[in-house]
């Protein structure tokens, strides 16, 4: 980025805000934000990449642009595509429209999706990459972890007492954290675009697992619900009504399980446990991201949020991270990443 | 207050300031800051209680004034004393210095110690009660609990992974959390006058149970260490030594524990565990604050912090009110009271 100028960095941040606005509704596609420049260096375009299927950020840009980007600079979260799918390459959209300037923060993973940095290159137009590269790679963590590494990025959420109780000794566990932690837990879901539960939880808890705002109003768009294990889940199970897609998958694997997600190209997965299932994906270090819901309570006995994860000793605790940790009414969350994470 | 000004709310402030830095040191006494202004409302003199059998704070302020106090106003954080203890009492010395009003933040609840107030008022000093009263109520939180309850203020603390587990299956603990915490956890003994731990818990871990520096060097003033429970204790246990005085309690009874205490004029007990000891001061309902280090961690197994409280639904959630977290290099603390408390 040795091209850049603190006007780069000003626009890539208003672009870097603009694909932040997509977090949630663009599965399968990455977030991305797009600011263009005139000649003179007065902004005439912006847009974002809302939703998969939809305008990409550039094309948004451009059309709000018109004749005004020729000559001008684009500024764009993520490496201008180079691939015709439900649209077609930004690369050449940026070129017809005679942009003299091309930079973006983060070059694109995506194998079928790169090479648009060259072709632009090849067409006589300035290109620099990596301008606000680590806040471009924040906003979207999730898809570069999917893209990169070939599997959903997992979060992993419970609620627990303060003594570490996620359930009762009857197995009952509403409500733990109150209104506003269980607001944030809708808020999260509506981001991702799958949930996995264990045939335990469905047994104990017949959830439905669905995105639902304040008021208990189902949300348009709603994850697949997807339920782990090879216990049978009655008819009945609220689970399989019509509210959600719903993927039942008979195993105990964790790494089979994003296999299959990863096959219907699921982004984010919302882990919301049993314990059983959970201890599944810790063991396996298949867990990106810990979100856990701390009441203000104890209860003495019942079941924890994690089942054994073969730890004898404290030299076997497992840490993380602290990401963060926020006060949500009157309970607290705290966000844990893997060490060596961002 | 209906006499109280401006400036007597921001005397009053700088009395409660000075009544702090006694926190933890006056023992069985309370804190008390005091200031002292001349007849034309400026500033001559201010002190505070620092250690039981030490000057009083009036006396101290008496002391910096001198004879400019003559016709000037005190204000003390707690009414005045009446008493004649190891100093005289209070009201005499605001009387003999010529003060011609004084202005107080909290009646003494203490009946030997009471009619303060009302001595002065005898000899036609102005007084005035109640300024900023809840915060020097705060400030004094734990004299003036054991004052109006008769029985020690008890901080439960524990240290937990973010499951729930105080101890590994073979029952190690050390470390679960990391050096700011632990260094936090001796800052909070400090101000303490005595430390109790089940036997169970002495049995496991050996803990010497003192207050020690960054540099593991003893602090000169040792809490009470308390053991409670009738398991024998070997004379070698590392709490049976020489740096701090050890009182064994063969009961199971928190309310034994805390007449036992009380008698010792111990002020605010600091409870260290093990879970079933904790559990017998919940169940009781004498555990007056919460203050937990929760570490990004998980451990699948082992011990919670609090033992079998005789929940069997999530109906017998016992709640608590979050009055603070922080936190604490890679650690979080979570501070809990009452409901219905402060």
Redesign the interface.
């Known amino acids: 980025m040795s091209n850049a100028s603190p006007m780069d960095v000003a626009w890539m941040r208003r672009a870097v805000e603009l694909a932040a606005k997509g977090v949630g509704s663009t599965h399968p596609n990455p977030v991305v934000g797009c600011v263009i420049t005139g000649p003179d260096g007065h902004p005439v375009g912006e847009g974002f990449h809302a939703v998969a299927g939809g305008p990409h950020a550039e094309v948004e840009a451009l059309r709000m642009a018109g004749a005004r980007a020729r000559g001008g600079t684009a500024y764009v979260t993520l490496e201008p595509c180079n691939h015709t799918g439900r649209t077609g390459p930004c690369a050449d959209a940026l070129i017809e429209a005679g942009i003299a300037r091309v930079v973006y923060a983060v070059p694109d993973p995506n194998r079928t999706a790169a090479g648009g940095a060259d072709k632009l290159a090849s067409k006589s137009i300035e290109v620099v990459e990596g301008v606000l590269r680590d806040e471009a790679e924040a906003v979207n963590q999730v898809w570069l972890h999917s893209v990169r590494t070939g599997r959903p990025f997992v979060t992993w959420k419970f609620a627990?007492?303060?003594?570490?109780?996620s359930?009762?000794?009857?197995r009952?566990?509403?409500?733990?954290t109150g209104p506003i932690a269980r607001a944030d837990v809708h808020r999260h879901r509506a981001e991702c675009d799958a949930i996995a539960v264990g045939t335990q939880t469905v047994l104990d808890d017949d959830p439905e697992l669905t995105v639902r705002d304040e008021t208990d109003v189902p949300a348009a768009r709603q994850p697949l619900r997807v339920v782990v294990g090879d216990r049978e889940i009655p008819p009945t199970a609220r689970v399989r009504n019509d509210r959600a897609a719903t993927l039942l998958l008979p195993t105990h694997d964790p790494a089979e399980v994003l296999r299959q997600l990863d096959d219907r190209q699921i982004r984010h997965l919302w882990l919301e446990g049993g314990p059983t299932l959970a201890?599944a994906f810790?063991r396996a270090g298949l867990v990106d991201e810990?979100i856990?819901y701390?009441?203000?309570?104890?209860?003495?006995?019942?079941f924890?949020?994690?089942?054994?994860?073969?730890?004898?000793?404290?030299?076997?605790?497992?840490?993380?991270?602290?990401a963060d940790?926020s006060?949500l009414g009157?309970?607290?969350r705290?966000t844990?990443v893997p060490l060596g994470g961002k």
């Open positions: 627990t007492t303060l003594d570490g109780r359930a009762a000794p009857d009952t566990s509403k409500w733990i201890a810790v810990i856990a701390v009441a203000p309570a104890v209860l003495g006995s019942g924890a949020a994690v089942g054994d994860l073969g730890a004898e000793s404290i030299d076997h605790l497992r840490r993380f991270k602290l940790v006060r009157d309970d607290v705290l844990l």
